[in-house]
């Protein structure tokens, strides 16, 4: 019964989005007020039918309903709760099902909270937003129902595949999708400004926080998904530059470079339309991230179970959604208002260096992706492999530290760039001193390794030099620095935590890939291995039992000299149900690095087991650093949802260096 | 500063950020590109000594040993028409198993053993690469539903 419920609240709410999607454009269209306030119920009617079905199907897989096929296909009666309620976003048609909700949710928002949008505005936003809700919901109901029953129902079901089931990767699609859907609202905003003909800052304030969410949800999900690669996969990489890797990393390039374009036609009321082109671009690379993924078409060690006609579906939405939207920019965009002048050295020439950039990397990373393809139809097999990512970002990415320093000091209009140069010294002086250390520890490692460290130090010491720059630090007593700092606004403050952030994570992944250390042997129990300044003491294996495998789980002893620094305990495990084997890499970290040690095939019959051994410098700080960004992000929001409440034009001055009175 | 000339110096920091671009990519992909072979084009040897590249079939049954050096692990991957041996030292994904899909990335020593340096299988078991299928439907032992890929 339940299920059924759940399926047709399905129904209903793609009968509630089709309403959403037309009757408020027809009402915007003719000036009719009750027209436009229909879209409010019915997203939010939209969401409620939504939440039904996901509760529905929630409550199908905790009490291991084996009548429902989803059920069957990804659940277990043994499985522990966390990874029974995971289960249900774990596969395809329930990963969709949340897709639409949060996408319902999103919509709903708006229509509780945008009560100072203009009403044809909002109606237009919500009716573009009603569009893509009928197009999913349309795709979840013709070809991955999730309610569908099998007959006669099997005794247990085939489990959910045990990689997925880690607390890491329980939480990772939840906040990618919030990400993805959430840049869906950027995109609705673009396209009913291009509706209406009239993009301005007031426009950018309200595309902002929508925006810098979706980012920070978006590098929350990505930070997870790279951390589950680090412990899981067994040897300790992050990031395999995987077809489905890249396709949640274009959607963060592009939306990283509409944050910083959508600032500046907030601030300047300049970029007006390359923003809105933006924000499609972005939307559409989350669309193709979700066709990459879905239709199996690449080879990538992540996918779905695969299936064609959902393949051709998403790829139709795909084509519409942004066919559609590229052609009504190619329409309406020369309309749009050329806003303020500025020089090439200025805040917005930095933002506009920032952008090229930004989405170069985008477009580098996307040839890299899509060439199997294209080469596929050429009649040749051919993958395109990381060093081909490595060799092409990397360059891209040197110029856009160096600028992300540089461009906060410049002032709007027209920057002086020997001025701004000049009062990053002591980030220079700071820089030099961090890359001789480097080099002082780590003398034999590669040349690029300091040019990298380099680059993480500049990231972040110039982020820290601009915020004292504001603050005056050192120039004035303490506590006039003080009152300063409280006066500035969160933006200013989230500015300088993500940049120091991104310094942090950059950090990260240059350590790990230049100074990492290995040992790969057999052991017999009571063996000693000496690794990177620690001697790693193997005891032995013991077999020990899971809620839904059994395990054999290593001893190690990690000693430094005379002192034990840590006890590890990796395992492999094995899951009866789906007949598979993982490896549970056990990790001591401290600040600065990570012993990795991984049980590989054993005993033999001498009695040794295969042992992997890492030390991972200064690994932590990848994800450390993406948490950084993205607390940087949510303080940001913080300011955006005061302001987001202020009428239109009542804004403080750009220079935002004066003290403010405290809020 | 008028807006035709911040115009011309946006078009040529864009050409020249599109020029820097495509440079890097047609350079990264001269050298980067791997292109994939079955046993049975390996057996009519159309791949060069050391050049790079993605072998990929099914792990032959009872084909996977541990070296004598203990660490690493040998097996044989089979288009069901022709067979090539494989040494891999790295860590095997767990989906690896006999019987099932493999593509493994590496090139072939001079004995015409192939050196893997990665080997992938799937996080879903029950699916098949695409080209691993087609190599098997090109040695003509796919046995799986035409609409599999």
């Known amino acids: 019964?339940?299920?059924?419920?759940?399926?047709?609240?399905?129904?209903?709410?793609?009968?509630?989005?089709?309403?959403?999607?037309?009757?408020?454009?027809?009402?915007?269209?003719?000036?009719?007020?009750?027209?436009?306030?229909?879209?409010?119920?019915?997203?939010?009617?939209?969401?409620?039918?939504?939440?039904?079905?996901?509760?529905?199907?929630?409550?199908?897989?905790?009490?291991?309903?084996?009548?429902?096929?989803?059920?069957?296909?990804?659940?277990?009666?043994a499985k522990?709760?966390?990874?029974?309620?995971?289960?249900?976003?774990?596969?395809?048609?329930?990963?969709?099902?949340?897709?639409?909700?949060?996408?319902?949710?999103?919509?709903?928002?708006?229509?509780?909270?945008?009560?100072n949008l203009p009403p044809s505005l909002k109606a237009r936003v919500l009716a573009v937003q009603g569009m893509i809700g009928v197009g999913f919901l349309g795709?979840?109901?013709a070809t991955s129902n999730p309610f569908l029953r099998v007959d006669p129902p099997p005794l247990d079901g085939n489990d959910l595949n045990p990689l997925l089931q880690d607390p890491g990767l329980a939480f990772h699609p939840p906040f990618l999708y919030l990400g993805y859907v959430g840049f869906s609202m950027a995109f609705s905003f673009a396209v009913a400004a291009l509706i209406e003909g009239r993009v301005d800052a007031a426009w950018a304030r309200w595309v902002r926080p929508w925006t810098l969410a979706a980012w920070c949800a978006l590098t929350v999900g990505i930070g997870l998904g790279s951390w589950w690669a680090y412990y899981e996969l067994g040897w300790g990489g992050w990031w395999f530059w995987d077809p489905v890797e890249n396709a949640s990393f274009m959607p963060w390039l592009a939306g990283t470079a509409l944050l910083h374009s959508a600032l500046v036609v907030e601030k300047r009321d300049a970029l007006k339309s390359w923003t809105v082109l933006l924000a499609i671009v972005t939307f559409g690379l989350s669309l193709l991230g979700t066709f990459l993924v879905r239709s199996g078409i690449l080879v990538s060690v992540h996918a779905f179970a695969v299936d064609s006609a959902r393949g051709v579906f998403v790829l139709a939405l795909l084509v519409a959604a942004i066919g559609g939207a590229l052609i009504l920019f190619a329409v309406r965009a020369p309309r749009l208002q050329p806003?303020?002048?500025?020089?090439?050295?200025?805040?917005?020439?930095?933002?506009?260096?920032?952008?090229?950039?930004?989405?170069?990397?985008?477009?580098?990373?996307?040839?890299?992706?899509?060439?199997?393809?294209?080469?596929?139809?050429?009649?040749?097999?051919?993958?395109?492999?990381?060093?081909?990512?490595?060799?092409?970002?990397?360059?891209?990415?040197?110029?856009?530290?160096?600028?992300m320093a540089i461009g906060p000091l410049l002032a709007w209009k027209r920057g002086d760039l020997a001025g701004a140069l000049g009062r990053l010294k002591a980030a220079m002086a700071l820089?030099?001193?961090?890359?001789?250390?480097?080099?002082?520890?780590?003398?034999?490692?590669?040349?690029?390794?300091?040019?990298?460290?380099?680059?993480?130090?500049w990231a972040f010491f110039g982020a820290l030099v601009e915020f004292a720059e504001r603050i005056r630090l050192f120039r004035i007593p303490p506590g006039d620095s003080w009152r300063r700092a409280r006066g500035l606004p969160r933006s200013?403050?989230?500015?300088?935590?993500?940049?120091?952030?991104?310094?942090?994570?950059?950090?990260?992944?240059?350590?790990?890939?230049?100074?990492?250390?290995?040992?790969?042997?057999?052991?017999?129990?009571?063996?000693?291995?000496?690794?990177?300044?620690?001697?790693?003491?193997?005891?032995?294996?013991?077999?020990?039992?899971?809620?839904?495998?059994?395990?054999?789980?290593?001893?190690?002893?990690?000693?430094?000299?005379?002192?034990v620094v840590a006890t590890l305990f990796p395992e492999k495990r094995f899951y009866p149900v789906a007949q598979m084997g993982t490896t549970e890499a056990a990790i001591h970290t401290t600040l600065a690095s990570d012993v990795y040690v991984a049980l590989g095939n054993g005993p033999a019959a001498d009695g040794t087991w295969t042992v992997r051994l890492y030390h991972h410098p200064l690994v932590p700080w990848i994800w450390f650093g993406a948490i950084v960004m993205a607390v940087g992000g949510l303080v940001s929001l913080s300011d955006r949802r005061l302001r987001v409440g202020a009428p239109k034009r009542a804004r403080r001055p750009a220079a935002a260096a004066e003290p403010q009175p405290a809020e | 500063m008028t807006r035709k000339r911040r115009r011309l110096y946006v078009l040529v920091l864009c050409l020249t950020g599109l020029g820097t671009a495509t440079a890097l990519v047609l350079i990264a992909l001269e050298d980067n590109l791997q292109h994939f072979y079955s046993p049975s084009q390996i057996q009519a040897h159309e791949v060069a000594p050391l050049q790079r590249f993605r072998l990929g079939g099914l792990v032959a049954e009872?084909?996977?040993?541990?070296?004598?050096?203990?660490?690493?692990?040998?097996?044989?991957?089979?288009?069901?028409?022709?067979?090539?041996?494989?040494?891999?030292?790295?860590?095997?994904?767990?989906?690896?198993?006999?019987?099932?899909?493999?593509?493994?990335?590496?090139?072939?020593?001079?004995?015409?053993?192939?050196?893997?340096?990665?080997?992938l299988a799937k996080h879903d078991e029950n699916y098949m690469p695409a080209e691993v299928v087609e190599a098997l439907k090109e040695a003509g032992q796919w046995r799986g539903p035409e609409a599999g890929q």
């Open chain 2, 62 to 119: 009872d084909s996977v040993a541990p070296l004598s050096d203990g660490v690493g692990v040998t097996f044989v991957v089979t288009d069901l028409a022709h067979e090539v041996s494989v040494v891999y030292s790295g860590v095997l994904p767990d989906l690896f198993r006999e019987g099932q899909s493999v593509v493994a990335h590496g090139s072939l020593r001079a004995d015409g053993v192939f050196e893997a340096s990665d080997v």
């Open chain 1, 339 to 403: 806003g303020g002048l500025f020089a090439p050295i200025s805040r917005e020439g930095a933002l506009v260096l920032n952008n090229l950039l930004l989405v170069t990397a985008t477009a580098t990373v996307l040839i890299g992706t899509l060439f199997p393809l294209f080469a596929q139809a050429l009649g040749y097999r051919v993958s395109v492999g990381a060093p081909f990512f490595n060799i092409v970002f990397v360059p891209l990415a040197v110029p856009l530290v160096a600028t």
């Open chain 1, 492 to 563: 200013a403050w989230g500015q300088t935590v993500a940049h120091a952030g991104l310094g942090i994570a950059i950090a990260g992944m240059v350590g790990t890939s230049a100074w990492r250390s290995e040992v790969i042997d057999t052991l017999r129990p009571g063996d000693t291995v000496p690794l990177a300044g620690y001697e790693v003491v193997f005891e032995g294996v013991e077999p020990v039992a899971g809620p839904n495998y059994t395990a054999d789980r290593g001893r190690f002893t990690v000693r430094r000299g005379d002192r």
């Open chain 1, 80 to 115: 522990p709760m966390l990874y029974k309620i995971s289960g249900v976003w774990g596969n395809h048609e329930g990963s969709m099902v949340l897709w639409v909700l949060i996408l319902a949710l999103f919509g709903a928002m708006v229509a509780l909270f945008g009560r």
């Open chain 1, 139 to 141: 795709f979840i109901l």
């Open chain 1, 431 to 457: 820089t030099v001193i961090v890359a001789l250390a480097a080099l002082y520890w780590h003398s034999g490692g590669p040349v690029l390794a300091l040019l990298g460290i380099a680059m993480a130090a």
């Open chain 1, 1 to 77: 019964m339940i299920p059924e419920i759940g399926h047709f609240a399905l129904i209903l709410a793609l009968l509630l989005a089709a309403v959403q999607a037309t009757v408020p454009l027809a009402g915007a269209r003719r000036g009719d007020a009750a027209w436009m306030a229909l879209a409010g119920p019915a997203a939010v009617g939209q969401v409620m039918a939504i939440a039904i079905a996901f509760a529905a199907l929630m409550q199908a897989y905790v009490v291991s309903d084996f009548t429902v096929l989803n059920v069957v296909q990804n659940s277990h009666s």
